[in-house]
């Protein structure tokens, strides 16, 4: 053990350079956001701003700067979306708003805004299928979506995974390739105004490549630039982001800290701050005689 600290970066106590375990919770109990785990800060309020009283710490009152409290509702008991816990409805005064709605969504026959009541019927056809065949899930009586998929992933028409296209149930055919171009080894392709004016941009193992093999920064898979023929962009960074003193645009090296030695929340490697307390805002025990 180096330094007081395993291999694993914790101490006998269990935490690192940085003072926190591996639940992410300093000596205090407080983790980096400065909550503990019920939730609470130093000063007593959770990340809403409330209380284990009720107190809104912005208005300290039981309301916050919108007039709600803590459960959401206004001083005269109706919530954000205007119902009291009998269900009365603030605009109306009675059990529907202004839409003919309750609380829960239906109107004064049992229908909800899509036509269907608690017991699945629908409101036009009296049946369990609205006029076009579906039911309130969406399927006929096949159990096939408007689109001719059902949940096993077999489309209506061709009785196999793939539509009568050679596309399956997520629009991807037996190559990989999406129906709009772009292979499933990324995820979203970049957006039209981010494709380069000659071609879209096909996807490969890094994702956004175009015909040529540079992405939409101008790299290859091999980190060269194709606008300023090196490795690094027109603003000196490489393709992962980092310039050539090793720092990425927020200033920190790819151990997270900056050129002088700290990371984002002001420690050094030995957990220490610039005035050489520890995340406890304490100095170490060999310090407390200096």
Do not use: C
């Not at 300093?26 to 503990?36: M, P």
């Not at 956004?208 to 960074?237: A, M, R, V």
């Amino acid at each position: 053990m180096s330094g007081g600290y395993g291999i694993d970066g914790f101490d006998l106590e269990g935490y690192n350079r940085e003072g926190y375990n591996m639940e992410g919770y300093n000596r205090e109990g407080y983790n980096r956001e400065g909550y503990n785990r019920e939730g609470y800060n130093r000063e007593g309020y959770n990340r809403e701003g409330w209380n284990r009283d009720g107190i809104n710490k912005e208005t300290d009152l039981h309301y916050d700067e919108t007039g709600y409290d803590w459960d959401g509702n206004d001083p005269d008991g109706f919530n954000r979306e205007g119902w009291n816990r009998d269900g009365i409805n603030k605009e109306t005064g009675i059990a529907f708003n202004p839409d003919g709605f309750d609380k829960d969504g239906y109107d004064r026959y049992g229908y909800d805004r899509k036509g269907w009541n608690k017991d699945r019927i629908n409101k036009e056809t009296g049946t369990s299928f609205n006029k076009d065949g579906y039911d309130y899930r969406g399927y006929d009586l096949d159990y096939f979506d408007k689109y001719g998929w059902n949940d096993d992933g077999i489309n209506k028409e061709t009785g196999t995974f793939y539509d009568k296209e050679g596309f399956d149930i997520e629009d991807v055919d037996k190559e990989g390739i999406r129906r709009d171009g772009f292979d499933t080894l990324e995820a979203t392709p970049p957006a039209e105004d981010e494709w380069d004016d000659s071609d879209e941009y096909i996807y490969g193992e890094e994702g956004g490549y175009n015909k040529d093999g540079y992405n939409k920064d101008g790299f290859n898979e091999d980190g060269f630039n194709n606008i300023t023929k090196s490795n690094y962009d027109q603003d000196g960074y490489n393709k992962d982001g980092y310039n050539k003193d090793g720092y990425n645009k927020d200033g920190f090296n790819e151990d997270g800290f900056n050129e002088d030695g700290f990371n984002e929340d002001g420690f050094n490697e030995d957990g220490l701050d610039r005035d050489g307390k520890n995340v406890d805002g304490k100095y170490p025990a060999s310090d407390k005689d200096d």
